[in-house]
């Protein structure tokens, strides 16, 4: 099971930079568009309108609809458009357009998308500035633009990379490698009612029994390792789509999607079981408590993680190392045995 979050990863970055770019494109187009206008180039300032336009509209889907990398491209690819329509009718002065727009290009599509929309951009306007500008000038625009290319390739892998790697330290608890809990209120934030309405979910809390006594009797290091070892074993038993997060101190929360009733109990006695069985603190057996809720049509992801809590509360108060279900209708028939 992989370590940490995300349910429905979404790329909420380049949606911020496709609306930022996307903004700034259009009110420096209606100014450039104006300032046309007043010189007499109304077919340039047309080409402006359009493009501005042409950005509005795609805000407006991505506004309404969400996170697009399609419809970054669709604004990459009208960008690029716009510019070679610019060298056709300006000449060498529309070939300056090209550099920047390769280079928002990079920042609101995908890396393939935007380099090959771009390749095809410098070529054109390359072999169309032979018509107005010696072949130096035609060469060493089309070198400029190759540069600018390798140069926005390179920077946005390596920006992508390093905010995957701080993503990932930053939902990641470091002891156990489950989620921390700002990547579990995270991705139950992102689950919207449709998501969870019209599916199973399963969430359940676990909860190490005595585990005071633990750190009292053989240290806080034999805790460490005692916490560490439960995520990995849990880990092991659980499906590939459930996420484990760290809630707090001795406390985790894993949530299950497309599970049954009946399936999510299962599941949970066989954790219950296999931490009994398998995890030993200097051959002390250690024990969890577990209360699991199904999702409710309608219910808010606090109301769920509550009847959640609740359930593992009254799982410790009925002798802990068991598992309760807040639904009481789909209470295991035959609890496991138990230590006490
Ligand atoms: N070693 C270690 N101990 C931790 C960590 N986080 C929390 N704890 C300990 O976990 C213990 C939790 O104690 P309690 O909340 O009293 O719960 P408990 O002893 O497990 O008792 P019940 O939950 O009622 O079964 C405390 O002693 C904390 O110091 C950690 O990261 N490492």
Known sequence: MPAAPALNAEPAFRHVLQL?????GIVALIV?????FAAHQPAAAWVDVGWAAGLALALGWLHWRGPSMAMGTAMSALSLAASMLKVDLLGMPGLFWLFPVILGSFAIA??????????LATLYAGVRSLSFAAFEVAATFVA????????????????EALRQRLE????????TGAGNRRALEAMLRRLSPRQVDHRPFALAVLDLDHFKQVNDRHG????????????????QLVRPQDRLYRYGGEEFVLVMPDITTADAAGLMELVNAAVRQKIRVRDRPLTVSIGLAMHRPGETADAWLARADAAVYRAKSEGRDR?????????????????G
């Open 32 to 36: 450039i568009a104006a300032l046309r």
């Open 110 to 119: 995908p890396r393939p998308w935007a380099c090959g929309l771009a390749l």
């Open 323 to 339: 598992v309760v279900n807040a639904d009481p209708a789909a209470e295991p028939a035959a609890p496991s045995s138990r230590t």
């Open 168 to 175: 990932h330290i930053a939902s990641q608890d470091a002891l």
């Open 20 to 24: 930022w770019i996307g903004r700034i």
């Open 144 to 159: 400029a633009a190759g540069l600018v290319i390798v140069v926005a390739w390179v920077g946005i892998a390596y920006f």
């Open 220 to 235: 806080h290091a034999a805790g460490d390792r005692a916490l560490a070892d439960f995520a990995r074993l849990v880990r």
